[in-house]
Every structure is written in C-alpha cells, then in structure tokens.
C-alpha cells in the first residue's frame, strides 16, 4: 500500500539520518529476529539500499 510505503520510507530515512551509532542500528535489525547475520557496519548499507529501492518503487508510482 502507498501509506505502508511512505511509513517505511520515513523509518528508513530517520535510522539512516539522525546519526544512529552502528550499534544501535544493530540492535534495531536483532529486534526483527532476523536470519541474515550481518557484520557491524552492514546494517546502514543495507537499510540504504532499502530506502533506495523503496524511494524507486514510489518515484514510479508503486506498480508492481
């Protein structure tokens, strides 16, 4: 849904832009009970690439 997006999109960008430690970016990932374990650092790259694919999702309307 557009909404569910924009939400996301609004996460994505507070963890990656108010200088969140990588530590806490960790700690946030391990909240989830995620099965990918990733190294200290990898978490930022990775909530970017998501905040990257999402802000294309949106740019092109949200279509499937």
Known sequence: ??????????FLTMMLEDN???KTLE?????CEPSWLIGL???????GMALEALEKKI???GQE
């Open 20 to 22: 969140y430690s990588d």
């Open 59 to 61: 740019a092109e309307g």
């Open 41 to 47: 650092g990898g978490h930022r790259v990775l909530y």
């Open 1 to 10: 849904m557009p909404e569910d997006r924009e939400e996301l999109r609004q």
């Open 27 to 31: 700690r946030v990932w391990d909240v």
